[in-house]
């Protein structure tokens, strides 16, 4: 059983840095997308990045390219977003979630079978 669980989250002033740490564990297939997602209040879930344990193909949704960097840990079980120079319309709940053998990545919520709890951003001077 896939589980993820996030965290990182936190008050943090426009322009400042988070990393947000998404701890996996329970994969037993070839290989698994873990994603990004964030959700604002009123809004709809949005992808912001995802990564392949495959062979670590990132990809990017515009709102994060040149501030947003995903990355992973293969001894840690880890994928980490550092989030940098942050601004109002980054505040969400974050959420990671997982996919197993998505050979072209992209940030299709619905393809993503596996969810954390989530993490909340707060954007705020």
């Known amino acids: 059983q896939v589980q993820l669980v996030e965290s990182g989250g936190g008050l943090v002033q426009p322009g400042g840095s988070l990393r947000l740490s998404c701890e996996y564990s329970g994969f037993t297939l070839d290989f698994y997308v873990i994603a990004w997602f964030r959700q604002a209040p009123g809004k709809e879930r949005e992808g912001v990045s995802c990564?392949?344990?495959?062979?670590?193909?990132?990809y990017y949704a515009d709102s994060a390219k040149g501030r947003f960097t995903i990355s992973r840990d293969n001894v840690k079980n880890t994928v980490y977003l550092q989030m940098n120079n942050l601004h109002p319309d980054d505040p969400a709940v974050y959420y990671c979630?997982?996919?197993?053998?998505?050979?072209?990545?992209?940030?299709?919520?619905?393809?993503?079978?596996?969810w954390g709890q989530g993490t909340q951003v707060t954007v705020s001077s």
């Open positions: 979630a997982a996919v197993a053998k998505l050979w072209y990545l992209d940030l299709i919520s619905w393809k993503y079978a596996s």
């Open positions: 990564i392949s344990t495959r062979d670590d193909t990132t």
